[in-house]
């Protein structure tokens, strides 16, 4: 059998070269680079409107945001998701459901009735339908407003 | 739970499983013993991805799979101890023409199946001319023929 040392060695140097990258994707992937994981989780706040989010999440699968929003002495509290993220989202589940939603060009107004002071917590669970950067922006009607920036994977 | 978490639990829920249903499970593969594994990996494949169906999700699945099995088998080849605890050791079946078969009924193994190797990998036909069977760590019998044997 003919051997070829030079191609042999060269090949074993290639081979531990990739079991670096491989170790090193496992351990990105565990803290978050590709989603799920403190690398990418983000939190944005403005007045009255806080929101914990992913920055990375994948095509396909289920995500969530979680909004905590300040009670209102009116008894109700409202969020307003801006159409580029209704677009390119499917919306899953609403916790809790939501009074009513108004649809607009705009995008939707998601009314709660609420009680007392303090904040509520809205959790929303989305499947991203499109793949890059998801540029989405959540307000409160005449306040605060929260844009944000996912980066959606294959 | 996490997508590299996932596979690393099951990685190591299957090492052990098929640890413990000894070296049969995995050697001499019947066709039944197929469908069981394909099942196997239909039921394993749910709790892998857990509802994750990107591509970045399965590669990093298959990724971690393979990180595991390259980290264990480097570890195995610097631990022989560990390596003996989950891969086994050769056994004897059949020493010096002597069936043992204390050790066959432990494995799981029997005449038929010591024949069945000494067929396919000798062409021998007969008890009498196998010298020894040994039930190799990954499941499949090796014969080492009698000095008889050559003229069979």
Same mark, same amino acid.
């Given at each position: 059998m003919a051997e070829n040392t030079v191609f042999m060695r060269r090949n074993w140097q290639v081979q531990r070269a990739g079991w670096l990258l491989m170790v090193l994707v496992v351990l990105f992937g565990l803290a978050g680079l590709? #989603?799920? #994981?403190r690398l990418a989780r983000r939190e944005a706040a403005a007045q009255g409107l806080t929101l914990r989010y992913q920055r990375v999440v994948r095509l396909e699968a289920t995500q969530s945001l979680e909004f905590a929003l300040d009670a209102r002495p009116s008894g109700e509290v409202a969020l307003d998701l801006d159409s580029g993220f209704v677009k390119r989202? &499917? !919306? &899953?589940? !609403? !916790? =809790?459901? =939501?009074?009513e939603i108004f649809i607009s060009p705009e995008g939707q107004r998601l009314s709660f009735p609420s009680a007392g002071s303090g904040s509520v917590a809205i959790r929303l669970l989305f499947v991203p339908k499109k793949l890059g950067r998801l540029r989405a922006r959540f307000a409160i009607p005449g306040g605060a407003e929260l844009p944000v920036s996912i980066l959606v994977l294959p | 739970m996490h997508a590299v978490v996932r596979p690393f639990v099951i990685y190591f829920a299957l090492l052990v499983l098929f640890r413990i249903t000894g070296k049969r499970a995995l050697g001499d593969l019947t066709s039944f013993d197929f469908v069981v594994l394909l099942i196997v990996s239909e039921c394993v494949s749910a709790g892998l991805l857990a509802g994750d169906s990107s591509l970045t999700g399965a590669l990093l699945a298959v990724t971690t799979l393979l990180v595991l099995d390259l980290a264990l088998s480097l570890i195995k080849q610097r631990f022989r101890g560990l390596a003996r605890a989950l891969e086994d050791e050769p056994v004897h079946l059949m020493r010096r023409g002597k069936l043992l078969r204390d050790r066959m009924q432990k494995e799981r193994v029997d005449e038929e199946d010591i024949l069945e190797a000494a067929r396919s990998h000798h062409g021998l036909e007969r008890m009498?001319?196998?010298d020894s069977a040994v039930l190799e760590r990954h499941g499949t019998i090796s014969i080492i023929p009698a000095d008889n044997a050559a003229g069979a």
């Open positions: 590709f #989603g799920q #994981g989202t &499917e !919306i &899953e589940r !609403i !916790i =809790p459901e =939501p009074r | 009498d001319q196998i």
